[in-house]
């Protein structure tokens, strides 16, 4: 993959109030903006994997990933994915378990400065499983991106129709996750199949927050 650099805006000046970080920032690598892989190929390898080889992955990959799902790529701050009226009501989580250089934690990401903000440290990812029914593929993952909602904020400008924008959003901001891992030759897959209190509780998300999907990525067999 050809790697060019993108220079990123300055990180906003003021951190949302909210931020529970516990540790200074982690700048993450740089993502590529251009690569030889057609949107066509990637579209076409697109699968849906549940069988995560136990091999760390290179800090890279995941930032390519977050980069994907909601990097800066216009002015005044708009991303990657499309969001209802820009808002931007969906916040990832990194669920770390098995990233090179990167300890286990749970990281919010910050797609202004393009960073992690640590909230947690330690392995979540059994804890992860068990919310998410027992599926294995989320404690073999070397990585699960949490996708959580503030509904509020959306309803304040949209009302009864914040569900369903909320929810669309997030299936685009999955779906330029799912086809940056085909690019990268990466096992993915969204899981929705879970218990919303239990994935709040494992991750201690904000009261604000709900969990809306996982993505769990890794090396596929
Ligand atoms: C919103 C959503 C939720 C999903 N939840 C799960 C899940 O909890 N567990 C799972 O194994 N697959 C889940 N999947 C993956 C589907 O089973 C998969 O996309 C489908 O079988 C088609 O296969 P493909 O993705 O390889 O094309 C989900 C897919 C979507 C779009």
Known sequence: MG???????????????????????????????DSSSSLERCLRNRRSCR???NVPMPLRDASQLL??????????GLRTAPSPGALYAIRPYLIAGNIAGLAPGIYRFDAEGHELLLASTGDFRRQLREAAGGQLCVEQAAFILLLAANYGRV????????????????????QNVCLEAAALGLGVIG???FSDAEVKEAINLPMREEPVYLIASGWKF
């Open 67 to 76: 980069w994907a799902a909601q990097g800066i790529t216009g002015l005044g």
């Open 3 to 33: 790697r060019k650099v993108m220079s990123l805006p300055d990180p906003v000046a003021v951190r949302p109030a909210m931020l529970r970080a516990v540790a200074p920032p982690i700048r993450l690598p740089d993502p590529t903006l």
């Open 51 to 53: 069988d995560f080889r």
């Open 155 to 174: 309803a304040r400008e949209y009302g009864a129709r914040a569900e369903r924008l909320v929810h669309i959003e997030a299936g685009h901001i999955a």
């Open 191 to 193: 899981l929705g199949a």
